[in-house]
């Protein structure tokens, strides 16, 4: 019996109610705070092992590089490696010992338990990193001493909050590196033996008083274990910002140019939306399919704000997902193209939407570009379930300008009820 969910007073009451109803046997709760992966339920352990519903794993810490989620790829670690590297079982059975170090070597200073009512298994419950943890009265917690922190806090100061995480906002580097480092629950000192230099250092570093230099930065990004996209993040923020031209300058140059619009009348004739966007997808032309696909566009002007409308909460099947992608999307492009006016107007437009604060703070991750097995689901003007497979060309004009185009497909995305 599994559960998992993103509201955790729902996901705490129902894991009290079931465990009432089942007080023998094993149980595990599970939480956390950070992924590699994108913030969606799907993201939320415990993670089916090769998709078999008899056994499940979670996970706490930082999985090896080795099944870090790919450009594109919204997977967390730990979802990877149930569903494509352990169930090959690299290290062996771990019914040996030899398959069981294995994989506990393998884990590092992270803690893995499995749990399987698969009669192939010698055990119901496998627990990986026993001793990083802490077992209590019974119950094994995964950070030491965690439990005395809640229960018996230091006399005189207070309890550690959660990180503060940074709203709507253009990146910089020293924010953008303190809240990776969170985002991994490291502390200074912990960051500081993973990239292999003084706390001190990282701290100026985090707070703006000196910039890292390149080998530094390498330093972080090898440290860490940042993904592609995020590595190009933190190389756009060391270096120089890129200007993109104002968005009239940008319509009157599609405007001009015929063979532009002539691509999108060819996409209209083949019933395929298409658009041209800046990349901060703000709209400087499309065609009548474009409009009828995103009803609301042209009063947005920007797919990015048309995301987070009311609009878009009738169209997308799956707005949470989209609104994070979005998120990771454009905390690429305000990095890059952080000086320019459309940087500071877009802030402005998304600052008081709630859902895209919630959302910006809820994850570091970014995004360059869209990966082509991630399909946009949606309702179409019939309100049937449809899958676009969005498209994007290299830019023209300085790579200031891009076309978006959105074939429609058969619908692929999950049983929506």
């Given amino acids: 019996m599994t559960g998992h969910g993103m509201d955790s007073d729902a996901v705490i009451d129902l894991f009290a109610r079931v465990r009432a109803q089942h007080p023998r046997g094993p149980a595990l709760f599970h939480s956390r705070y950070a992924t590699h992966g994108i913030r969606t339920v799907d993201n939320c352990h415990p993670f ?44 062996g059975s771990i019914d040996t ?23 192939a298994f010698d055990q119901q419950v496998y627990l990986f990193g026993e001793s990083k ?14 439990n005395e922190r809640i229960a018996r806090p230091h006399k005189g100061r207070q309890r550690r909050r959660a990180p503060n995480r940074p709203q709507v906002s253009i990146p910089d580097l020293a924010t953008t590196i303190r809240w990776i480092r969170e985002d991994l629950g490291l502390t200074q000192a912990q960051a500081a033996a993973e990239v292999n230099f003084s706390a001190v250092h990282l701290g100026r570093f985090e707070r703006g008083e000196s910039k890292p230099p ?13 993904d592609k996209a995020m590595a190009s993040h ?50 400087l032309a499309h065609n009548d399919l474009f409009a009828a696909a995103l009803p609301g566009i042209d009063d947005s002007g920007s797919i990015s ?37 459309q940087a500071k107007d877009l802030v402005s437009t998304l600052t008081p939407i709630s ?17 082509s097995q991630c399909p946009l689901h949606a309702y179409d003007a019939n309100h049937r379930l449809v899958s676009y497979q969005l498209s994007l060309t290299d830019g023209m004009l300085a790579h200031h300008v891009q076309l978006v185009t959105a074939t429609p497909e058969a619908y692929s995305g999950p049983e929506l009820v």
């Fill in 234 to 283: 933190l190389r756009e923020l060391a270096g120089p910002a890129i200007m993109l031209a104002p968005p009239d300058a940008l319509r009157r140059y599609v405007r001009a140019e015929k063979s532009l619009r002539l691509n999108l009348e060819r996409f209209q004739a083949r019933a395929i939306p298409a658009a041209f966007i800046d990349p901060f997808w703000n709209l």
């Fill in 355 to 371: 859902d895209a604060r919630r959302l910006w703070a809820a994850s570091v991750n970014v995004s360059h570009g869209r990966d």
């Fill in 48 to 91: 089916r092992l090769a998709g078999d519903q008899r056994t499940v794993l979670a996970h706490n810490g930082v999985l090896p590089k080795r099944v870090h989620p790919g450009p594109y790829d919204w997977r967390s670690d730990t979802r990877i490696a149930a569903e494509d590297y352990l169930p090959g079982e690299p290290f």
């Fill in 305 to 341: 704000v048309w995301m987070f409308s009311d609009y878009s909460k009738t169209v997308v099947a799956d707005p949470e997902s989209e609104g994070s992608w979005t998120v990771a999307m454009l905390k690429s492009a305000l990095g890059r193209h952080r000086s320019s006016a």
């Fill in 214 to 226: 390149p080998d530094t930065l390498e330093r972080i990004i090898s440290g860490y274990r940042l």
């Fill in 133 to 146: 943890g802490q077992w209590d009265n019974g119950i094994w917690y995964s950070k030491k001493k965690l």
């Fill in 97 to 119: 010992y030899r398959g069981f170090r294995g994989l506990e070597s393998w884990l590092g200073s992270s803690k893995l338990l499995i749990f399987t009512v698969d009669p």
